[in-house]
């Protein structure tokens, strides 16, 4: 079984920056994706970045140069970095970790970004 936890999302100004973490503990295998992804009322989930264990990555077009993905691996967590943060930013963030091979995906609580002056 696999439990991330996450941290980071609150409050911020627009043009501000966030800085969100997610921890992954339990059974960790390497070869694994983990992601950032978001999510507002009446609307599908949709990816905002993911990083492989190998350091790939990709960014949803809307979030590039503005959002920085990172991954500790011994660590087992990931970042995002979100500068330049804009209102139609607000959002429930989740957290994912998928298993490459055999594509189980685990998803975090979700923390809660709000852009607003």
């Known amino acids: 079984q696999v439990q991330l936890v996450e941290s980071g999302g609150g409050l911020v100004q627009p043009g501000g920056s966030l800085r969100l973490s997610c921890a992954a503990s339990?059974?960790?295998?390497?070869?694994?994706?983990m992601g950032w992804y978001r999510q507002v009322p009446g609307k599908e989930r949709e990816l905002v970045a993911r990083?492989?264990?190998?350091?790939?990555?990709n960014y949803a077009d809307s979030v590039k140069g503005r959002f920085t993905i990172s991954r500790d691996n011994a660590k087992n967590t990931v970042y995002l970095q979100m500068n330049s943060l804009k209102p139609e930013y607000t959002a429930v963030y989740y957290c994912?970790?998928?298993?490459?091979?055999?594509?189980?995906?685990?998803w975090g609580q979700g923390t809660q970004v709000t852009v607003s002056s």
């Open positions: 339990g059974n960790i295998f390497r070869g694994n994706a």
């Open positions: 990083i492989t264990t190998g350091g790939n990555t």
């Open positions: 994912n970790l998928v298993f490459i091979l055999s594509r189980d995906s685990y």
